[in-house]
């Protein structure tokens, strides 16, 4: 399991072109372990700015690693970067991180404040009006469920069918120093590219007054990019856990 901070890094995948991602940092990591180890593959491929704290990612190793050792000595050649392994555990062959996959969580934060965040900088996104959350909960509603979210999906979305099952959108407002949070829980056995974030995005302009809850279904039902609401900023956005059929963190 592995949390990162996503600031620096231009998303989970391995750029070609050299710029910095998470998959490379953690791969140079484990190269000093082991040379020539294959990719690693992940259960979500996080965009450019997006954080984890449960994040999950296999690799094939040919020493037998005892998996606390291995997740120390990861943890020292990741040094400097904002990424930690904070559990390691052996699989069965047949366990893929991605496809293994029954459920995948996402958490958002949102915060409502005047005066600029400081601690929190790049980890929440800022709007210095109110919301009506109540008005975002009744929005959210309608998304529940089997859907066709082609309006919610990025145009370079890669997956096969726009057509999704999402399990929850729960949203709370809690206290915020000098101010409010919004947080968004989201859970699914998948997600489309950018649906979080362009669920989020849409969900803003309800809570803002721009959008009716009635307008987010009319979106939904419009199956059309452009009924989308804006896209939030990545900066907001954790990727907080993903359940297989068996736990193998469990334990």
């Known amino acids: 399991m592995i949390e990162y901070d996503g600031t620096p890094f231009n998303g989970w995948q391995f750029q070609s072109e050299g710029q910095p991602s998470v998959q490379a940092a953690i791969e140079r990591a484990l190269a000093r372990l082991e040379p020539g180890v294959p990719r690693i593959a992940a259960a979500?491929?996080?965009?450019?700015?997006?954080?984890?704290?449960?994040?999950?990612?296999?690799?094939?190793?040919v020493k037998d690693w005892d998996a606390f050792r291995l997740m120390e000595a990861l943890n020292?050649?990741?040094?400097?970067?904002?990424?930690?392994?904070?559990a390691?555990?052996?699989?069965?062959?047949?366990?893929?991180?991605?496809?293994?996959?029954?459920?995948?969580?996402?958490?958002?934060?949102?915060?409502?404040?005047?005066?600029?965040?400081?601690?929190?900088?790049g980890r929440v996104w800022q709007v210095g009006h109110g919301l009506?959350?109540?008005?975002?909960?009744?929005?959210?509603?309608h998304l529940v469920g089997l859907h066709d979210f082609t309006t919610f999906r990025s145009v370079h979305c890669q997956s096969k069918s726009p057509v999704k099952t999402l399990d929850e959108i729960r949203i709370e407002e809690v206290a915020y120093p000098n101010g409010r949070e919004v947080v968004f829980r989201l859970r699914a056995r998948s997600f489309l590219h950018n649906q979080v974030r362009s669920i989020v995005g849409t969900l803003e302009r309800v809570g803002a007054g721009g959008w009716t809850p009635g307008d987010v279904k009319a979106a939904?039902?419009?199956?059309?990019?452009?009924?989308?609401?804006?896209?939030?900023?990545p900066q907001g956005l954790y990727l907080t856990g993903v359940r297989y059929p068996d736990d193998p963190f469990r334990g």
Do not use: I, N
Request: glycine fraction near 6%.
């Open 44 to 61: 979500g491929r996080t965009d450019a700015g997006v954080h984890a704290t449960g994040q999950v990612a296999h690799c094939d190793l």
């Open 88 to 121: 390691c555990a052996r699989v069965s062959e047949d366990f893929h991180a991605r496809f293994s996959a029954m459920e995948r969580r996402y958490l958002f934060r949102l915060v409502m404040r005047r005066a600029p965040v400081t601690h929190d900088r």
């Open 76 to 86: 020292w050649h990741l040094k400097p970067e904002p990424v930690a392994v904070v």
């Open 132 to 141: 009506d959350v109540a008005a975002m909960r009744e929005g959210a509603g």
């Open 220 to 233: 939904l039902e419009a199956k059309d990019r452009r009924a989308c609401g804006p896209v939030c900023p």
